[in-house]
């Protein structure tokens, strides 16, 4: 090659490189921008935060509606009637049975449970419950006719399974965190 040609071929060598170059940047750019966001935003980073409920004030016998991820929780503070009813009911009056010591909170080791801690949305359609004061019966779902004891399981209607329970734990015996595992993760 004569002097001339080589010296287009060192300058078409650089374009190639550092236009490559200026492209790959270009794509990290990009596919930067895309990957973050596919990603939550900060309102919904927040919305999946853990809740802490003051229970302190909650009344035997007495129901709150707590938020977490925008959807409504029930917290219902039992009577020992109403513990005592849930823990003696036979397991052929539900219809989705699970054992009232595993859906019963307890805000310290060895204290008896006496609260329910239950998604408040029915779980044939998604209304919400009202509660009851008949000792086992807790809620009835007004769309359908669901009805559900105080812990949460379904006792009859078209609601094929019991009001789910969320993470949770005690922080302390005045303070229920939902969002948290048992073991306060």
């Known amino acids: 090659m004569s002097a001339p040609h080589a010296e287009d071929a060192t300058r078409r060598d650089f374009l190639y490189i ?66 005592a009813a849930a823990q003696s009911a036979e397991e052929s009056g539900f219809s989705d049975f699970e054992a009232a010591d595993v859906r019963l909170g307890a805000p310290a080791d060895g204290k008896e449970g006496k609260w329910t801690i239950v998604a408040a949305n029915c779980t044939h359609l998604g209304c919400i419950p009202t509660k009851v004061d008949t000792g086992f019966e807790g809620w009835f779902c007004p769309c359908h006719g669901s009805k559900f004891d105080v812990t949460g399981r379904v006792i009859k209607g078209p609601a ?21 595992d048992k073991a306060g993760a």
Do not use: C
């Open 160 to 180: 094929p399974t019991n009001l789910p329970l969320p993470p949770y734990n005690f922080a302390s015996d005045t303070t229920l965190v939902i969002g948290a």
């Open 18 to 83: 550092a236009t490559g170059a200026a492209g790959a940047v270009a794509a990290v750019g990009v596919g930067t921008v895309l990957v973050s966001q596919m990603g939550p935003n900060a309102a919904e980073r927040a919305a999946g935060a853990p809740v802490e409920i003051d229970i302190s004030a909650i009344e035997e016998g007495q129901v709150i509606v707590a938020v977490w991820r925008g959807k409504p929780y029930f917290i219902r503070h039992l009577t020992d009637e109403e513990v």
